[in-house]
């Protein structure tokens, strides 16, 4: 057996008791120490294999399983956690800078007519008391209210003027159909006497509780909603 074949031997078994090999082995004393070496090495780890295990072994590997995955629960929900709160941060800035900002009263009410543009096909016939309900709902009107019936009232609603509770109406004009808006006086609110777009005209006047907007295509219906409004709200 030459030395390469019988290290092979020696490396997988070297308890081997072939005949090739133990007379390959006496052949050299630096062998037979090898082998012994082997041998001895492989005593070391038998021992090392046989050492008991603990009763429970198995229950605290289960517990530190359960330990690290709480632990990463815990990193990812307090990342979820501060995410949300983040989020809820910028959300009530955002809600603040918008309560503070000035609001152009003309450019909100335009917009709101495109908005609920299926106010101009309703027509729920609204009595001027069922307005002053409502005005009085609001709480932020002081006592205004209609002492009469303004002409006919084809739609009523409240609406939200930037955070700002307001009411909706669509009323009837000369000819047409006019929207008129009723916001509660605030200091950011920018009133323009006169606004419109490549549709709507739009006015708008100030009482002593509210801002009235008016807007429609034609500016003699505002003329005639505006002089029903003057004679008829307090």
């Given at each position: 057996?030459?030395?390469?074949?019988?290290?092979?031997?020696?490396?997988?078994?070297?308890?081997?008791?072939?005949?090739?090999?133990?007379?390959?082995?006496?052949?050299?004393?630096?062998?037979?120490?090898?082998?012994?070496?082997?041998?001895?090495?492989?005593?070391?780890?038998?021992?090392?294999?046989?050492?008991?295990?603990?009763?429970?072994?198995?229950?605290?590997?289960?517990?530190?399983?359960?330990?690290?995955?709480?632990?990463?629960?815990?990193?990812?929900?307090?990342?979820?956690?501060?995410?949300?709160?983040?989020?809820?941060?910028?959300?009530?800035?955002?809600?603040?800078?918008?309560?503070?900002?000035?609001?152009?009263?003309?450019?909100?009410?335009?917009?709101?007519?495109?908005?609920e543009s299926k106010a101009l096909?309703?027509?729920?016939?609204?009595s001027f008391n069922d307005v002053?309900?409502?005005?009085?709902?609001?709480?932020?009107?002081?006592?205004?209210?209609?002492?009469?019936?303004?002409?006919?009232?084809?739609?009523?609603?409240?609406?939200?003027?930037?955070?700002?509770?307001?009411?909706?109406?669509?009323?009837?004009?000369?000819?047409?159909?006019?929207?008129?808006?009723?916001?509660?006086?605030?200091?950011?609110?920018?009133?323009?006497?006169?606004?419109?777009?490549?549709?709507?005209?739009?006015?708008?006047?100030?009482?002593?509780?509210?801002?009235?907007?008016?807007?429609?295509?034609?500016?003699?219906?505002?003329?005639?909603?505006?002089?029903?409004?003057?004679?008829?709200?307090?």
């Amino acid at each position: 057996m030459d030395e390469l074949k019988f290290r092979r031997q020696a490396y997988g078994e070297p308890n081997c008791q072939d005949d090739d090999f133990l007379a390959a082995m006496k052949a050299a004393p630096e062998r037979e120490a090898f082998i012994n070496d082997l041998k001895k090495l492989d005593k070391k780890l038998d021992r090392a294999f046989k050492i008991d295990v603990p009763e429970d072994l198995a229950a605290k590997l289960l517990l530190n399983q359960q330990l690290h995955q709480h632990q990463s629960q815990r990193r990812k929900s307090g990342f979820t956690l501060a995410l949300v709160a983040s989020v809820a941060f910028i959300a009530g800035i955002s809600f603040t800078l918008l309560r503070m900002a000035p609001v152009d009263l003309g450019q909100h009410a335009l917009a709101h007519v495109y908005h609920e543009s299926k106010a101009l096909s309703t027509d729920q016939n609204v009595s001027f008391n069922d307005v002053n309900f409502q005005l009085a709902s609001m709480g932020t009107t002081g006592n205004a209210q209609f002492t009469q019936q303004p002409g006919k009232v084809y739609y009523s609603t409240f609406c939200d003027f930037q955070g700002v509770k307001s009411l909706h109406l669509v009323m009837q004009g000369e000819q047409g159909k006019v929207t008129l808006f009723i916001v509660p006086v605030e200091e950011r609110m920018v009133l323009e006497q006169v606004f419109a777009d490549n549709k709507y005209q739009g006015e708008g006047f100030e009482t002593d509780n509210a801002y009235m907007l008016l807007v429609g295509e034609n500016i003699n219906d505002l003329s005639y909603v505006k002089k029903e409004i003057q004679q008829t709200f307090i």
